[in-house]
């Protein structure tokens, strides 16, 4: 059953899939449990340190796949690699120079902590070796590109450019082996985890499923109102998150693609999403002027982080509950700060 929409008499949208029951709310800390005031704790007793280093406001933040090393890619045409363990002082992090235009989005290699690729306006894809700071290959692309994933198992490259155009580069060769052009806006792409599926989302408020690497389109979920933005699989494999314009994060089951669950908490588009490592918690954001955390599967918001503009970014680590975000936040002479921040919890029994 696909989650279609409709409205009733009274101009309210309904849902042909149940709201969340709130009944199952299982918190745990790195997989053991723990009752809910402790998850309430962990959350109260949070901090939040704050990275700048761009000239221009950051558009992309992600992790490596050991957790740390973090990148951040922004309008003023850089990649920063930060370290946050060491500090999050400016003299932590390197440069990534070449770019000739903004770098809007940015993904580390999931099998390799020391390979990132960036997505740039300059209709370029750039592959670096964060270990040296050097630009290991140039990729050339038909558009400005402006969405990008790495595959799971390391070989591959998608990237999505303004015309909708949707191309896939062979990590190995370093070649584009495919592209395809779509009659449709199409935002994030994604790939499931076990890296037979491909998520594409469109202007239409549906996402397409595409077998991977064939490309046969498998279902098109319709849960949206309105322009689908972001997507991701979660760790766990259960789930595919995906927010939209209509203010919703929707969220389904990959075996059966059925929409289980929706989360309602921001009011303005949603334009970015992130699941915890663990598969537990999911952040969003958009121009409302805080980044919920809901819990998976309760559908519960469990807490609000306060921002001061709009959030363009949210990204947690892949080992611990730390969360990376980054927006339009202003400086005090009223240009784009070119920050990020790092929001982290700690364990609530200790």
């Known amino acids: 059953m696909e989650g279609q929409i409709e409205e009733n008499d009274e101009g309210k949208i309904t849902y042909e899939w149940s709201p969340p029951t709130g009944q199952k709310q299982d918190f745990f800390y790195k997989g053991s449990p723990i009752v809910k005031e402790q998850a309430k704790k962990m959350f109260d007793h949070s901090k939040i340190r704050e990275c700048k280093g761009h000239k221009e406001k950051v558009h992309t933040v992600a992790w490596n796949c050991d957790g740390r090393k973090l990148a951040s890619g922004s309008v003023d045409k850089t990649a920063r690699v930060w370290t946050p363990h060491r500090g999050t002082d400016i003299r932590y ?58 595959s799971p198992d390391g070989n591959h490259i998608a990237v999505g450019d303004k015309n909708d155009t949707i191309s896939i580069i062979d990590t190995r060769t370093h070649k584009l082996i495919d592209s395809q052009k779509h009659p449709v806006e199409v935002n994030e792409i994604a790939w499931n985890n076990a890296n037979n599926l491909f998520f594409v989302t469109t202007g239409q408020g549906t996402v397409k499923v595409y077998d991977y690497p064939s490309f046969e389109l498998k279902t098109n979920l319709r849960g949206h109102t309105a322009n689908c933005y972001c997507v991701e699989a979660d760790p766990t494999g259960k789930y595919l998150a995906v927010g939209s314009a209509d203010a919703l994060v929707t969220l389904w089951d990959t075996r059966t693609f059925e929409c289980v669950r929706a989360f309602e908490e921001l009011t303005w588009p949603v334009r970015t999403l992130s699941f915890s490592f663990d598969g537990q918690f999911i952040a969003s954001a958009s121009e409302d002027h805080f980044i919920d955390v809901s819990h998976v599967e309760s559908g519960e918001s469990v807490h609000h982080i306060e921002c001061s503009a709009a959030m363009n970014t949210v990204a947690w680590s892949p080992r611990d509950y730390y969360l990376t975000y980054a927006g339009d936040e202003t400086a005090s002479d009223g240009k784009y700060a070119g920050n990020l921040k790092i929001f982290s919890m700690k364990d609530p029994r200790a």
């Open 93 to 150: 992090s390197i440069e990534l120079k070449g770019h000739t235009d903004s770098v809007d989005q940015l993904d580390w290699d999931p099998t390799h902590p020391d390979r990132l690729a960036t997505a740039s306006c300059d209709k370029t894809v750039r592959i670096w070796d964060q270990r040296s700071g050097k630009c290991t290959a140039v990729v050339q692309t038909a558009g400005e590109n402006i969405n990008i994933c790495w």
